[in-house]
C-alpha cells in the first residue's frame, strides 16, 4: 500500500465513528490554523463527542456547537475553496502534501537533514497537544532539542519557521512519522550513474552547453524549459533537412535528451510522449512558440485569479495613498469589505481571508510602485521635487572665495546662560558660512535666541569678509527665511535692501537655494554634528525622537537651583569656544567625495584659489559694509529710529542745528553707540553719540550729569557671539588672497572721516574712563562714597587732590608730635 493510500485511509479514520463530528486537528486544517489555536478556541465549548484518530479517542464537535465566529470563518472558507458548505469542506480530506522528487531519488544529505529535523521536533510536536505548555516554554525547549540534535543553536524565528512547515505539510493528520515532510524546500537529486550512450548523443554538443548555461542546470525555470525546447525541436528539424531519417533523427535525440535533460521527464516512457506531443504541435503552428509553452497552469482550472482592471488599480491607490497612509493591505482590506472593486475581483477572493495583511502578490506588483510616488506628491510639492530627478554638480569649474554659502542649524547641545530674565538653559540657533568649492567653514555665529535676524546675518557676513573679504561672484542663500530676513526685511528692523545694493555695485549677485538639496551647507553641518556627539547637554539631532531622558532632569535640577549648571552645561562662553575648536577640527579633517578627493577643507580653500584675490575693504571703504545706509529725518529729539525691539536716538549740537532736515545716516550694528551722519552728496560727515536713556522718574543728580560720559563706556550686552575662523595658510597665499579696492575719492574721503571721528571719539571717552575710574579708586581709599563726589570730574578730581595733601599734612603733624590730643583726635 502506498504512502498515500495509508494517508487518506488514516483521514477516513477520524470521521469514521461520525462522519458530523471533527476533531480539533481537522477544523485546525480546514481555517488553516494550529491545532493549539483550535484547542483554546473550544475550551469552553464542551465536545460533542468522541472519533478514534490513530487508534487513540478523541473530543469532537459538531458544526452547530462550534462559535459563531468560527462557523463564519468556515462558511466563508468553504465559499472560497467553492465546497457547498462548512460541513462538506470538512469532511473533505486534505490534498496529501509531496515531495517534487521522489524520496528514494532525493541525495542523502537532504534525508539526513529531515531524519535529524524529526528527532529535533518529535518533543516539541508532543508538547503542542498540552495545554499547560506556554508557547514560550514550548519554543525554548525546542530550540534547547534543536542545539541537541544539530550541534548549534537557531533563532527563535527560525524555529518557528521549521515548526510551522512541517505542521502545514502534516495537513492535520498528526502523522509525525513521515520522513517527506520533514525535507529542505527544495532537495537534489542524487548523483546518477551514467547510462551507456549512443555515439550520437556526442554530436549535441550545442544543446549540452545551453543546459550548462542555466543558473541551475538540474532544476530551469520555465522560461529556460521552453527556450530549451525551442532549440531542441528546430536540431531536430535541422538533422532531417541534412538527410537523416526523422525516426532516426528523434531516436538519437531522445537518448541525449534521457541522459543530460533528466529535468524534462521522470522516465523515458514520459519523455517520448511529451516529446513527440510537442512535436506535432510544433508542425502544426507553423513552428511557433505556443507548440513549446507550458499550458497547465492555465488549462488546470485553479490559480487563474482575474486581472486586476485599470479602475480597481486606481482605486486601490488612491484608497491606500488617501486614507491608509501608503499601507496596502489596509487598502485591500477596505475596499473588499465595503464590496468596492469589480464584482470579478469581489467573486474570486474571500472578505475574511486566513490572516489579516493578506494580499494577492499580483495586486503588490501592479500598485506598489505607483503607491510610493503618488505618496510623495500627496504630501505636497516640495517633497515630489526633493524625492524626484535632480541636477549633478560639477564643483571643478569653480574656484574657492568665488561663492559663500550660509545657512542656519540647531545642534543639539544645551548650554546655560545668565539673561534679564534670570538663568535658562537654552538650545538656541548657529549661523554657519563656509565655502562652497572647498566646504571650509569661514565664520559662524552663536545668535543666543531661538530665531535669528537680519542683525547677526549682517554682522556674520561682516566678520567673514574682515578675515576672508568678499566672494568673487555670489552669497547663497536659503529661499525661505534668509530671503525674508535679508531681501525684504522686517518693519522693526533695518532693512538689508541698502547694503545688498552696495555689494550687488561691487559685482556681487545673491542666490537662494529653492531646495535643501541644492545647499551644500547642508551636509557640512551634518559632518560637524558628528563630532559634538557626547557633549556635555547632548540632547540628539532629534530632541522628541532621540529621547534622553536624564537631559529633562538635569535641565529641572538646574533651573531649580538643586545643583550647579555648570555640573551638566556648559556656559554659553564655553560652547561659543567649543564650536570654534569643533570647526578646526572639521577644517583640518581630510574628507572624500568630489568635492575635496582626499584633502582637508583648509587645504582645498587654498588649492583651490586661483584667479584674482578676493575683494577686502578697509579702512576708509569698510563702511560700505558695514554700516547701513538710511535716510532719515532730524527730529526734535535728534535723530531716532528702531532696530529691532530697541529704539535707537542720536543727538548733540550739530543735531540741533539740522532739525527738520533730511540727513543719511550710517548705522553700524557693531558700534551701535556712534552713528556717522552725512548730507545726501556724502559731504559734511559729522559722528554723534547715542543718547542713552535713565530712569524716567528715579534718576539721580549724577545720573543725568554722567549719561552723556556713559554712552562711550556703555556697550549693550549683545545676544549674539561672533567668529571668523582664523585664516592658518602659507603666506604665499595670504599675499595674494586679497585685491585692493578701487573707490572713486569722494567715497573714500567720507569713510576717512568718519574713521577720524569715531577714533577721536573713542579714544576722548577711554580718557574718561580711565579719569573717573582713578577718581573713584582715590575716594575709596580716602573714606568717600560715590554718593558723596561732586557732579563735575574736573571738580571731583581737584577736591581729591587737595584733601590728599591735607591728609598728608596732617600726618606729618601727627608724627612730629606738633599736635594735641584734640588735634590727634580731629
Given at each position: 500500500m502506498s504512502a498515500a493510500e495509508q494517508h487518506m485511509q488514516g483521514s477516513e479514520k477520524i470521521v469514521g465513528l461520525s462522519p458530523t463530528l471533527f476533531p480539533a486537528a481537522q477544523i485546525a486544517v480546514a481555517l488553516g490554523?494550529?491545532?493549539?489555536?483550535?484547542?483554546?478556541?473550544?475550551?469552553?465549548?464542551?465536545?460533542?463527542?468522541?472519533?478514534?484518530?490513530?487508534?487513540?479517542?478523541?473530543?469532537?464537535?459538531?458544526?452547530?456547537?462550534?462559535?459563531?465566529?468560527?462557523?463564519?470563518?468556515?462558511?466563508?472558507?468553504?465559499?472560497?475553496?467553492?465546497?457547498?458548505?462548512?460541513?462538506?469542506?470538512?469532511?473533505?480530506?486534505?490534498?496529501?502534501?509531496?515531495?517534487?522528487?521522489?524520496?528514494?531519488?532525493?541525495?542523502?544529505?537532504?534525508?539526513?537533514?529531515?531524519?535529524?529535523?524529526?528527532?529535533?521536533?518529535?518533543?516539541?510536536?508532543?508538547?503542542?497537544?498540552?495545554?499547560?505548555?506556554?508557547?514560550?516554554?514550548?519554543?525554548?525547549?525546542?530550540?534547547?532539542?534543536?542545539?541537541?540534535?544539530?550541534?548549534?543553536?537557531?533563532?527563535?524565528?527560525?524555529?518557528?519557521?521549521?515548526?510551522?512547515?512541517?505542521?502545514?505539510?502534516?495537513?492535520?493528520?498528526?502523522?509525525?512519522?513521515?520522513?517527506?515532510?520533514?525535507?529542505?524546500?527544495?532537495?537534489?537529486?542524487?548523483?546518477?550513474?551514467?547510462?551507456?550512450?549512443?555515439?550520437?548523443?556526442?554530436?549535441?554538443?550545442?544543446?549540452?552547453?545551453?543546459?550548462?548555461?542555466?543558473?541551475?542546470?538540474?532544476?530551469?525555470?520555465?522560461?529556460?524549459?521552453?527556450?530549451?525546447?525551442?532549440?531542441?525541436?528546430?536540431?531536430?528539424?535541422?538533422?532531417?533537412?541534412?538527410?537523416?531519417?526523422?525516426?532516426?533523427?528523434?531516436?538519437?535525440?531522445?537518448?541525449?535528451?534521457?541522459?543530460?535533460?533528466?529535468?524534462?521527464?521522470?522516465?523515458?516512457?514520459?519523455?517520448?510522449?511529451?516529446?513527440?506531443?510537442?512535436?506535432?504541435?510544433?508542425?502544426?503552428?507553423?513552428?511557433?512558440?505556443?507548440?513549446?509553452?507550458?499550458?497547465r497552469h492555465q488549462n488546470s482550472g485553479r490559480y487563474r485569479a482575474p486581472d486586476l482592471t485599470e479602475d480597481d488599480r486606481k482605486l486601490i491607490i488612491g484608497t491606500a495613498v488617501t486614507k491608509c497612509g501608503g499601507r496596502i493591505a489596509q487598502a485591500w482590506?477596505?475596499?473588499?469589505?465595503?464590496?468596492?472593486?469589480?464584482?470579478?475581483?469581489?467573486?474570486?477572493?474571500?472578505?475574511?481571508?486566513?490572516?489579516?495583511?493578506?494580499?494577492?502578490?499580483?495586486?503588490?506588483?501592479?500598485?506598489?510602485?505607483?503607491?510610493?510616488?503618488?505618496?510623495?506628491?500627496?504630501?505636497?510639492?516640495?517633497?515630489?521635487?526633493?524625492?524626484?530627478?535632480?541636477?549633478?554638480?560639477?564643483?571643478?569649474?569653480?574656484?574657492?572665495?568665488?561663492?559663500?554659502?550660509?545657512?542656519?542649524?540647531?545642534?543639539?547641545?544645551?548650554?546655560?546662560?545668565?539673561?534679564?530674565?534670570?538663568?535658562?538653559?537654552?538650545?538656541?540657533?548657529?549661523?554657519?558660512?563656509?565655502?562652497?568649492?572647498?566646504?571650509?567653514?569661514?565664520?559662524?555665529?552663536?545668535?543666543?535666541?531661538?530665531?535669528?535676524?537680519?542683525?547677526?546675518?549682517?554682522?556674520?557676513?561682516?566678520?567673514?569678509?574682515?578675515?576672508?573679504?568678499?566672494?568673487?561672484?555670489?552669497?547663497?542663500?536659503?529661499?525661505?527665511?534668509?530671503?525674508?530676513?535679508?531681501?525684504?526685511?522686517?518693519?522693526?528692523?533695518?532693512?538689508?535692501?541698502?547694503?545688498?545694493?552696495?555689494?550687488?555695485?561691487?559685482?556681487?549677485?545673491?542666490?537662494?537655494?529653492?531646495?535643501?538639496?541644492?545647499?551644500?551647507?547642508?551636509?557640512?553641518?551634518?559632518?560637524?554634528?558628528?563630532?559634538?556627539?557626547?557633549?556635555?547637554?547632548?540632547?540628539?539631532?532629534?530632541?522628541?525622537?532621540?529621547?534622553?531622558?536624564?537631559m529633562e532632569q538635569h535641565k529641572r535640577m538646574a533651573l531649580s537651583g538643586k545643583v550647579p549648571a555648570s555640573e551638566y552645561f556648559m556656559s554659553r562662553e564655553e560652547w561659543c569656544q567649543r564650536l570654534e575648536q569643533v570647526f578646526n577640527q572639521y577644517n583640518d579633517e581630510i574628507q572624500q567625495g568630489k568635492y575635496l578627493d582626499g584633502l582637508s577643507p583648509r587645504e582645498g580653500f587654498e588649492k583651490f584659489h586661483h584667479g584674482e584675490g578676493a575683494l577686502r575693504l578697509t579702512g576708509n571703504t569698510r563702511y560700505l559694509l558695514a554700516n547701513h545706509k538710511m535716510k532719515v529725518l532730524v527730529g526734535r529729539n535728534g535723530i531716532s529710529f528702531r532696530f529691532g525691539k530697541q529704539t535707537y536716538t542720536y543727538k548733540n549740537e550739530r543735531t540741533g542745528a539740522l532739525k527738520g532736515k533730511p540727513v543719511v545716516a550710517w548705522f553700524n550694528p557693531e558700534f551701535p553707540d556712534l552713528l556717522s551722519v552725512s548730507d545726501e552728496n556724502m559731504r559734511d560727515v559729522f559722528t554723534v553719540e547715542r543718547a542713552l536713556p535713565i530712569p524716567p522718574t528715579s534718576a539721580t543728580d549724577e545720573q543725568l550729569a554722567e549719561a552723556l560720559a556713559q554712552n562711550a563706556q556703555h556697550d549693550a550686552y549683545s545676544k549674539a557671539l561672533y567668529r571668523s575662523i582664523k585664516p592658518r595658510f602659507s603666506d604665499r597665499f595670504m599675499q595674494r588672497m586679497f585685491q585692493p579696492v578701487v573707490v572713486d575719492e569722494k567715497t573714500a574721503a567720507a569713510g576717512q572721516q568718519m574713521l577720524e571721528q569715531r577714533e577721536k571719539i573713542v579714544l576722548e571717552s577711554q580718557r574718561q574712563v580711565r579719569q573717573e575710574s582713578a577718581i573713584r579708586q582715590k575716594a575709596r581709599r580716602l573714606g568717600f562714597s560715590d554718593d558723596t563726589l561732586a557732579r563735575d570730574p574736573v571738580r571731583q578730581q581737584r577736591g581729591l587732590d587737595l584733601n590728599d595733601v591735607a591728609e598728608r599734612l596732617h600726618a606729618e603733624e601727627v608724627r612730629s608730635g606738633n599736635l594735641g590730643n584734640e588735634g590727634a583726635i580731629l
Open positions: 490554523k494550529t491545532k493549539r489555536a483550535v484547542q483554546l478556541s473550544l475550551s469552553d465549548i464542551p465536545p460533542s463527542g468522541q472519533v478514534i484518530v490513530r487508534g487513540q479517542p478523541a473530543a469532537a464537535w459538531s458544526v452547530p456547537a462550534l462559535p459563531p465566529r468560527m462557523r463564519t470563518d468556515l462558511e466563508a472558507e468553504a465559499t472560497r475553496r467553492g465546497f457547498r458548505d462548512a460541513g462538506h469542506l470538512l469532511s473533505s480530506p486534505p490534498v496529501l502534501w509531496m515531495p517534487s522528487i521522489p524520496l528514494n531519488e532525493i541525495a542523502p544529505k537532504y534525508t539526513e537533514r529531515a531524519s535529524n529535523l524529526q528527532r529535533a521536533l518529535a518533543d516539541t510536536l508532543s508538547r503542542l497537544n498540552d495545554l499547560d505548555i506556554s508557547s514560550d516554554e514550548i519554543e525554548r525547549l525546542g530550540i534547547e532539542d534543536y542545539r541537541r540534535v544539530f550541534g548549534h543553536t537557531i533563532s527563535g524565528r527560525h524555529w518557528r519557521r521549521l515548526l510551522d512547515r512541517t505542521r502545514e505539510r502534516d495537513k492535520g493528520a498528526e502523522d509525525w512519522i513521515r520522513p517527506e515532510i520533514y525535507l529542505d524546500e527544495n532537495p537534489a537529486r542524487k548523483s546518477l550513474a551514467p547510462l551507456p550512450l549512443n555515439p550520437a548523443v556526442h554530436d549535441y554538443r550545442d544543446l549540452q552547453e545551453l543546459i550548462s548555461g542555466f543558473a541551475k542546470p538540474l532544476q530551469p525555470t520555465p522560461p529556460e524549459r521552453e527556450y530549451f525546447w525551442i532549440h531542441v525541436l528546430e536540431r531536430l528539424d535541422g538533422d532531417v533537412a541534412g538527410g537523416k531519417t526523422l525516426c532516426r533523427a528523434k531516436k538519437a535525440l531522445l537518448a541525449f535528451l534521457a541522459a543530460k535533460a533528466p529535468f524534462l521527464a521522470d522516465n523515458p516512457r514520459r519523455l517520448k510522449w511529451t516529446f513527440d506531443r510537442k512535436y506535432r504541435k510544433w508542425i502544426e503552428t507553423g513552428r511557433s512558440l505556443e507548440a513549446v509553452k507550458d499550458q482590506r477596505y475596499l473588499i469589505r465595503a464590496g468596492q472593486l469589480s464584482q470579478a475581483i469581489l467573486d474570486h477572493y474571500s472578505r475574511n481571508p486566513t490572516s489579516k495583511s493578506y494580499v494577492p502578490k499580483t495586486v503588490i506588483e501592479a500598485v506598489k510602485y505607483d503607491i510610493d510616488m503618488v505618496e510623495d506628491i500627496h504630501h505636497g510639492p516640495r517633497r515630489a521635487r526633493l524625492n524626484g530627478a535632480y541636477v549633478e554638480c560639477d564643483p571643478t569649474s569653480e574656484c574657492s572665495g568665488d561663492v559663500y554659502s550660509g545657512d542656519d542649524a540647531t545642534f543639539g547641545i544645551y548650554y546655560h546662560d545668565n539673561t534679564e530674565q534670570g538663568l535658562q538653559i537654552v538650545r538656541s540657533q548657529v549661523l554657519l558660512m563656509i565655502d562652497c568649492r572647498s566646504i571650509y567653514i569661514l565664520g559662524f555665529v552663536l545668535t543666543g535666541t531661538a530665531a535669528y535676524s537680519a542683525f547677526h546675518i549682517r554682522n556674520l557676513i561682516t566678520h567673514v569678509h574682515d578675515s576672508y573679504g568678499l566672494p568673487r561672484r555670489a552669497f547663497l542663500f536659503e529661499n525661505g527665511s534668509w530671503r525674508a530676513r535679508l531681501v525684504t526685511g522686517r518693519k522693526d528692523e533695518v532693512d538689508w535692501t541698502g547694503t545688498e545694493l552696495g555689494l550687488r555695485g561691487l559685482g556681487l549677485k545673491f542666490r537662494h537655494a529653492r531646495l535643501a538639496r541644492a545647499k551644500i551647507i547642508e551636509r557640512v553641518m551634518g559632518l560637524t554634528q558628528d563630532l559634538m556627539d557626547g557633549e556635555p547637554g547632548y540632547c540628539g539631532r532629534d530632541e522628541r525622537r532621540d529621547g534622553f531622558e536624564r
